[in-house]
Nanobody
Framework: QVQLVESGGGLVQAGGSLRLSCAASGSIFSITSMAWYRQPLGKQREYVARITGGGSTSYTDSAKDRFTISRDKANNTMYLQMSSLKPEDTAIYYC??????????????????WGQGTQVTVSS
């Protein structure tokens, strides 16, 4: 079992900044990667950024130069620092993690889980 909990969303004016957090907990053996997705109201969920266990990062075009993804390995927590926010960034932001966990009998299994989402609203 793995749980992902996002936090840090809220209301911010255009040009402002927010930092989102995603904390992973449970019987985690290792995390292969963690990623951020977002879903604007009435739109499809879209990829935003990803960070691997080795620290490699990637971003969608709309996020690069404004967003920074990072991870605290000791706490299994991922962050998304967002700056120069635009109204178009308004969405529910979800974290995703995949890796290996220890199940009820100690066996190792692959996992891939989503968090519950946190709302980001950018006003004009």
């Amino acid at each position: 079992q793995v749980q992902l909990v996002e936090s840090g969303g809220g209301l911010v004016q255009a040009g402002g900044s927010l930092r989102l957090s995603c904390a992973a907990s449970g019987s985690i053996f290792s995390i292969t990667s963690m990623a951020w997705y977002r879903q604007p109201l009435g739109k499809q969920r879209e990829y935003v950024a990803r960070i691997t266990g080795g620290g490699s990062t990637s971003y969608t075009d709309s996020a690069k130069d404004r967003f920074t993804i990072s991870r605290d390995k000791a706490n299994n927590t991922m962050y998304l620092q967002m700056s120069s926010l635009k109204p178009e960034d308004t969405a529910i932001y979800y974290c995703y993690a995949d890796g290996v966990y220890s199940d009820y009998d100690g066996a190792l299994s692959d996992f891939g889980f989503w968090g519950q989402g946190t709302q980001v609203t950018v006003s004009s």
